[in-house]
């Protein structure tokens, strides 16, 4: 069977709504339009209702209670708020904070920020896998340390650090836990009782859910963290985020949650499989592919391969049936390796010539196997042949 053209292996850039998450949104832009916040009468009712809902769904998917889940605008907002809140709310506790150097920009600008301010940072590096130390994280916190920041699962390489671990260090040494999640939702299971998470960022538009809308969860006991809000206004969200709230947004992601809680084994295992079989063929067939990131601790859905030798520009121009991201980034004069695999000590030439495979719901086993025939053709050096 012939997949339909260009295949779409950039979920971890965006997804496609889940057409369930679509028909739960459906009603409330025309029908069920009120405010939530004007409960007065039924037509803020029913949205203040709804929110409601979407707020114990996606409290169920990572343990947490209804009242810690905040609405933002996507995780972007989440981390600044996260952050920056920690910073000024407990400035009078210190002004050193922690994080690492393959954190997404939305956490490493927000610590910039941070810094020209007056604050002090520590930037963990990572391992050749993409791990931080959780031992010289251990050292790195002092008693005026007032947050760590490490990302549950990497963006670009997928390595998934050891959240847990993190989290029982930093319990047992008072410092507040943040953990960009965006990537690892609804792909690995997350707990923030068992993890010792206090702030998690989530986004509903790597989920299958809507784009412009995400979620903080704000840990309310044990400890209760409390955050200077970025937007001041009305007071919503228990005043940590002002603004009328986007109930289709949210009636999206909570669906998404929801379907994520019951689907995640499973759909897991088959990315897993489809993942490997990806990798496993196009290594099979191309000579001297290395693997970026830590195989035994990966985002199911991910796989980053650079191709030594090859030039990647050209590369990257040949993969118009292909929807993947590079090992570069864009910036507005040039082209930057990527400094995620400059962290784990990948030469810039052999960054520009990596690809970032990332499989979702609708991919199949046709669409890898398109991808590991087509792929020998484009690095321009059909070493084996087509088994
Ligand atoms: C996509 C992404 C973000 C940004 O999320 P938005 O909702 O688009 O603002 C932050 N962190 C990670 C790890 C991401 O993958």
Redesign the pocket.
């Known amino acids: 069977m012939k997949p339909t053209l260009p295949i779409y292996m950039d979920h971890?850039?965006?997804t496609y709504l889940d057409r369930r998450v679509f028909e739960a949104m459906r009603p409330f832009f025309m029908e069920t339009f009120g405010n939530a916040a004007s409960r007065s009468h039924s037509f803020g009712a029913a949205a203040h209702q709804a929110v409601d809902h979407a707020r114990q769904q996606v409290a169920n998917l990572i343990n947490a209670l209804p009242t810690e889940i905040i609405w933002t605008?996507?995780?972007?907002?989440?981390?600044n708020l996260a952050i920056k809140g920690a910073a000024d709310m407990y400035r009078d506790k210190g002004k050193h904070l922690i994080t690492q150097v393959t954190?997404?920009?939305?956490?490493l600008d927000p610590y910039k920020r941070l810094e020209r301010d007056g604050y002090e940072i520590t930037w963990l590096g990572v391992d050749r896998h993409g791990r931080i130390d959780v031992n010289e994280l251990a050292g790195a916190i002092r008693p005026d340390t007032i947050l760590v920041s490490i990302?549950t699962?990497?963006?670009e390489i997928g390595t998934l650090q050891s959240i847990r671990e993190i989290g029982a260090l930093c319990k047992e040494r008072k410092v507040l836990f943040h953990t960009?999640?965006?990537?690892a939702i609804g792909k690995v299971p997350i707990d923030v009782q068992t993890d010792g998470i206090d702030l998690l960022?989530l986004?509903?538009?790597?989920l299958y859910g809507p784009?412009?809308?995400?979620v903080l969860y704000v840990r309310s006991r044990a400890p209760r963290v409390r955050l200077t809000p970025i937007f001041d206004g009305g007071g919503h969200e228990s005043g940590f985020r002002s603004g009328t709230l986007n109930v289709p947004g949210i009636v999206g992601i909570g669906m998404a949650c929801e379907i994520a809680s019951s689907e995640i084994h499973e759909e897991s295992r088959r990315l897993a499989m489809l993942r490997d079989r990806l990798q496993a063929g196009i290594m099979r067939r191309i000579e001297g592919v290395t693997v970026n990131g830590d195989e035994r601790h990966r985002l199911p859905n991910t796989t980053n391969l650079s191709f030594p030798g090859v030039n990647g520009q050209e590369l990257l121009a040949s993969m118009n049936d292909i929807a993947v991201s590079s090992g570069s980034a864009c910036t507005s004069a040039s082209m930057e390796p990527s400094y995620v695999l400059r962290a784990i000590g990948v030469e810039p030439e052999l960054a520009y010539a990596s690809i970032r495979f990332s499989l979702g719901q609708r991919n199949t086993e046709a669409d890898v196997d398109y991808v590991v025939n087509a792929m020998p053709g484009k690095v321009g050096r059909p070493i084996m042949a087509r088994v």
């Open positions: 971890n850039a965006t605008s996507g995780s972007t907002e989440s981390n954190e997404h920009k939305a956490v990302m699962a990497n963006n960009d999640a965006t990537q960022s986004s509903g538009h790597k784009k412009g809308c995400g």
